[in-house]
């Protein structure tokens, strides 16, 4: 970090020795993992920068702007519309955690048969070391799963700034009518927080600067169609996971810089990895940063991921909302249009998730998938059986692995993906 944050750190609340403990463990396992990968992009020094200062530059740039009159929003998960967000001038981060921390004390308020993921964001909360959240004038949560749903029950005693959007559970007209009354419920919430009334100009113009940034995150991960892959799937991770913090413009660009670098390694065949090298697709629960294991596990097995089926990935990031109305009605049907397509585990029935895995081994040309669950996720571990036996029907290997934030199971996930990357060579890879 380039500057003494310490001052800024203590007033948001934060224990300043348990966060120097995190940036500290965060920084030696980038390192290990980030800095030790081979034949990277120029462009990525950009998201080493950003890394740098996830906690610093970022987080005082989020500061100014409060102390400008813009407000801060916090959220769990993708279906919190970024376009209602930026049309009343405010920032939308992301407050997922993909790291255990004071797990301990978390479990004094979830049961421990709760998903990492839940659990890292309550440790974040308690042992007071996540700058987005004490940032956040509004923390927004959703119910989707019903680990989610229930620990913002708990969430609400922890937080003064609670606001809790109901989802729809099935694909049906009466689910979206629901999602359509949630977005409209929450741009007001939006408006009475930052005093501003979203009209159709505003919205068009929050569209726009979100659509842009869909735009270049699809561009980077559609130019690892090609064999060898430009960019390594670590890499292209990273991006999808600074997609949640990043300033939206400034990410645009240089995500779009990093785009004309790939298109250039693509012309000259180079790749992070040989041609022929086994092509992964991942598929399941979200990656939320420094969520690094599994594909650090791949991509030193052998094998190069090519995409990710996942909200930190194309879930999250397909789609985009037409821009072309000119009522504040029917550009919120556009937003209720594009969000309704998200397929998330937590609908049922949701065969539109498995139709997506399976257009994207095809269009990703990949070897072999990856189902990742986390511990004690239902919907996605419940899915897994399905998807693994539909994709194997196709003679497609499939490997589905539960996991969890520790390190414990680190040498066992290796054996399996090894053993997973050998049996792709013998049915798939050109001798
Ligand atoms: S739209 S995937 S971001 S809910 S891992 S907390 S599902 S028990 S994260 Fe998600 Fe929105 Fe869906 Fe995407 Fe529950 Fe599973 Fe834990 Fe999960």
Known sequence: ????????????????????????????????????????????????????????????????????????????????????????????????????????????????????????????????VCPYIESADMIVGENTCDGKKKSYEVLNDLVPNLYVMDLPQMKSDEGRALLKAEYLRFKEAVEKLTGITIDAARLKKGIEIVNNKRKAIYRLLSLRKVDPAPISGLDALLANQVFFYDDPTRFTLSVNKICDELEQRIEKKQGVFPENTPRILI????????????????????????????????????????????????????????????????????????????????????????????????????????????????NIPTLRIDTDYSTEDMGQLKTRVEAFVELIKLKHVPT
């Open 283 to 394: 598929s399941g629960c979200p990656m939320a940063v420094p969520n690094w294991k599994l594909p650090w596990i791949i991509e030193t097995s052998g094998a190069v991921i090519v995409g990710e089926e996942s909200c930190v990935g194309e879930r999250g990031t397909r789609n985009l909302t037409h821009d072309s109305a000119s009522t504040v009605d029917e550009l919120m049907e556009a937003i209720v249009d594009r969000y309704f397509k998200v397929d998330c585990a937590i609908f049922t029935p949701n065969p539109d998730r498995l139709n997506h895995i399976e257009e994207m081994v095809e269009t990703y040309k990949a070897d072999g998938i990856i189902h990742y669950g986390l511990q004690f996720c239902q919907p996605y571990l419940m899915e897994s059986m399905p998807v693994e036996k539909a994709l194997e029907a196709k």
């Open 1 to 128: 970090m380039s500057e003494n944050y310490n001052s800024m750190w203590e007033n948001l609340g934060l224990d300043l020795s348990a966060h120097d403990a995190l940036l500290e463990a965060l920084g030696k396992s980038y390192r290990d993992i980030y800095l030790a990968q081979k034949h990277r992009p120029q462009g990525m020094g950009y998201f080493d920068f950003v890394m740098s200062e996830v906690h610093g530059l970022r987080i005082k740039e989020l500061i100014d702007e409060k102390a400008a009159g813009r407000k801060v929003i916090g959220s769990f998960c993708v279906f919190v519309p970024e376009e209602i967000v930026r049309s009343a001038g405010a920032t939308l981060v992301g407050l997922c955690t993909g790291a255990d921390f004071a797990t301990d004390e978390a479990e004094n308020f979830l049961p421990r048969n709760t998903c990492s993921l839940i659990k890292s964001a309550f440790g974040f909360k308690l042992g007071k």
